[in-house]
Every structure is written in C-alpha cells, then in structure tokens.
C-alpha cells in the first residue's frame, strides 16, 4: 500500500461526494493501481444507497471475470 485515501461527511452522500472529488484529482504515475476500480465503486448505484453486503466487491470482481 502507497496511500490510503479517507472521506468524511455529516451523510454518507456527503462522503461519497469528497470521495469521488479526492479520486477524481488523485494521479499516481510509474506504478499500476486501483483507482479506476474505486471510481468506478462509487459510480455504483448500489454502493451508494449502501444496498451492498460484506461481498459486494468480490462478487463484482467475479462478474468481470466471466
């Protein structure tokens, strides 16, 4: 791990809003990460409304794979 990136807010609109400010202005050069991953996380409609489970991503993560 070379970061760890955290937002905040009063709701989780309001964090998920800085989160996707913060991704949205984050460039990491010479190395592979996952930040489109993250992004494209956020951009979930189903993550957003918080309608995951702790297996939400790995789910996801297998669905790309097929």
Known sequence: M????????????????RMRIALSEMAI????????????????AHFVTGGT????LEQKLALRGS
């Open 2 to 17: 070379i970061a760890k990136v955290l937002a905040y807010g009063d709701t989780r609109d309001q964090a998920i809003r």
């Open 29 to 44: 050069e010479g190395i592979q990460t996952n930040l489109a991953l993250h992004r494209e996380l956020l951009a979930d």
């Open 53 to 56: 489970s702790i297996h939400y």
